[in-house]
């Protein structure tokens, strides 16, 4: 069974940081692309960042480039999230997510999905 735990959300003043994990069971990385999506209330679940596990490539949601950084331990099965220069505009459950499609961040393609963890930024 595949299990994704997303984790390090919290409550965060404007300007500041977190890193999000998001780590895996059942799986293993080394093939598959892992999403970070996040949808705010009232809105659409948006593609955040994502990345290629089996070769590194990386992509990110303009919205946050610059801002935000994934990264993968493919020894831990984990990814993360660096999530700096916090907006307000950022508040979301942030959703981690595992595709079998390289570097994509559309989410019909994500076929294992993770619980998410809530990050608010106050202003």
């Known amino acids: 069974e595949v299990q994704l735990q997303a984790s390090g959300g919290g409550l965060v003043q404007a300007g500041g940081s977190l890193r999000l994990s998001c780590a895996a069971s059942g799986i293993t990385f080394d093939d598959y692309t892992i999403g970070w999506f996040r949808q705010a209330p009232g809105k659409e679940r948006e593609g955040v960042s994502c990345i290629s596990s089996s070769d590194g490539t990386t992509r990110y949601a303009d919205s946050v480039k610059g801002r935000f950084t994934i990264s993968s331990d493919n020894a831990r099965n984990t990814v993360y999230l660096e999530v700096n220069d916090l907006k307000p505009e950022d508040t979301a459950v942030y959703y981690c997510?595992?595709?079998?499609?390289?570097?994509?961040?559309?989410?019909?393609?994500?076929?294992?999905w993770g619980q998410g963890t809530l990050v608010t930024v106050s202003s």
């Open positions: 997510a595992v595709s079998n499609v390289a570097a994509t961040l559309l989410s019909g393609f994500y076929i294992f």
